[in-house]
C-alpha cells in the first residue's frame, strides 16, 4: 500500500512564502515523474510543477519565475517553494506521484489529500 503525504499549506499575506512538501511511502519498485497541481473555488484542476527523476522540470506559465519544485530522490519526496504569491494563487495544492509497484507493473498515479493554501490580506 502506498501513501502520499503533504504538508506546508497555510495563510500568507500577498508577496509571501510557503514551502510544500510532499513524501511517498510504502512497497513500490520506484517513483518516476512527481509534481504539483492546485484547484481553486469554480475552477478546473491544473498543472503547477513537475519534476522527473533526473530533475527535469516544467512550471505552468502563471507560476514560472516564482515556484520552485525539487526533489529528494532518497526520501521520495517532492517539495514547492512558492514566493512572491499572489491571491490567484489561493488554491487546494495537491501533491501527484507517478509510481510502480513492481518492475513489470504499469505506471499508477498516487494523490495526496490535498493542503489549502490561501493568500490574502
Known amino acids: 500500500q502506498v501513501q502520499v503525504v503533504e504538508s506546508g499549506g497555510g495563510l500568507v499575506q500577498p508577496g509571501g512564502s510557503l514551502r510544500l512538501s510532499c513524501s511517498a511511502s510504502g512497497s513500490f519498485f520506484t517513483i518516476y515523474d512527481m509534481g504539483w497541481y492546485r484547484q481553486a473555488p469554480g475552477k478546473q484542476r491544473e498543472l503547477v510543477a513537475v519534476?522527473?527523476?533526473?530533475?527535469?522540470?516544467n512550471y505552468a506559465d502563471s507560476v514560472k519565475g516564482r515556484f520552485t519544485i525539487s526533489r529528494d530522490n532518497a526520501k521520495n519526496t517532492v517539495y514547492l517553494q512558492m514566493d512572491s504569491l499572489k491571491p490567484e494563487d489561493t488554491a487546494i495544492y495537491s501533491c501527484?506521484?507517478?509510481?510502480?509497484?513492481?518492475?513489470?507493473?504499469?505506471?499508477?498515479?498516487?494523490w495526496g489529500q490535498g493542503t489549502q493554501v490561501t493568500v490574502s490580506s
Open positions: 519534476i522527473t527523476t533526473g530533475g527535469s522540470t
Open positions: 501527484n506521484v507517478k509510481l510502480k509497484y513492481t518492475v513489470l507493473s504499469v505506471r499508477t498515479d498516487y
